[in-house]
């Protein structure tokens, strides 16, 4: 069975400073990969997305992500980060071989003003 | 407004006792699942369906059930057989299509209490 790590936990930054969360995945096929992000007291919504073709991809609110086929990653980043970055980050990958979405533990992020 | 609406957001239960977990979408979806969300373990698929009168077990089925009578809701029972059923459920849908990998749009959950 496929899995997905995201090694912190928790991460807390200073506004301004560059963010970058890891994301591993285990299946070895073809993946989709997804980064969701979920603000205090919303829905959970799509950050970006990775299906074919580039392997960086960009997202909203100025996410990008880069998808290392040797390294089974796909980690998420942002340049300057800002207070209503502070949300809750999870990776998702969807292997061809089933049709559901396996997510990984999630990212607290806190950004101080 | 189109998107996925569950009820309640907050649900109190007595041990022992089944609830049901309200889902409804108006996004013409053919797909929806159910998600539970602990701490420090992502989200983990309990049940999914991909058309109406159909669903598959997820990966932690098990003290769940859920039915599909009608393209729009996917209602969760959590049973008394749930052994730890206190968690935040999510309900999500998406477009289903063998040949192409759609999104799937989440709903604002339902924190069930049971003690």
């Known amino acids: 069975a496929q899995s997905v790590s995201q090694h912190n936990h928790h991460v807390i930054l200073s506004e301004a400073a560059s963010l970058e969360l890891g994301c591993n995945y285990s299946y070895g096929g073809t993946v989709n990969l997804f980064w969701y992000v979920q603000y205090p007291g919303q829905h959970l919504q799509l950050l970006l997305k990775y299906f074919s073709g580039d392997p960086l991809v960009k997202g909203i609110k100025g996410f990008e992500a880069e998808f290392i086929k040797s390294k089974f990653s796909f980690n998420l980043r942002k340049p300057s980060v800002q207070w209503s970055d502070t949300a809750e980050y999870f990776c998702a990958v969807r292997s061809n071989a089933g049709n559901m979405l396996t997510f990984g533990g999630g990212t607290r992020l806190m950004v101080k003003p | 407004d189109g998107g996925i609406t569950q009820s309640p957001k907050y649900l109190f239960r007595k041990e022992g006792q089944n609830v049901t977990l309200s889902c409804e979408q108006n996004l013409n979806h053919d797909a929806m699942y159910w998600y539970r969300q602990d701490p420090g373990q992502g989200l983990r698929l309990i049940y999914y369906?991909?058309?109406?009168?159909?669903?598959q077990k997820g990966d932690i089925a098990e003290g769940y059930s859920v039915s599909r009578e009608k393209k729009e809701s996917f209602p969760l029972t959590v049973t008394s057989a749930q052994k730890n059923p206190t968690a935040f459920y999510l309900c999500a849908s998406s477009i289903h299509d063998r040949g192409t990998v759609y999104e799937q749009y989440f709903g604002p959950g339902t924190r069930l209490t049971v003690t």
């Open positions: 369906s991909q058309i109406v009168n159909d669903f």
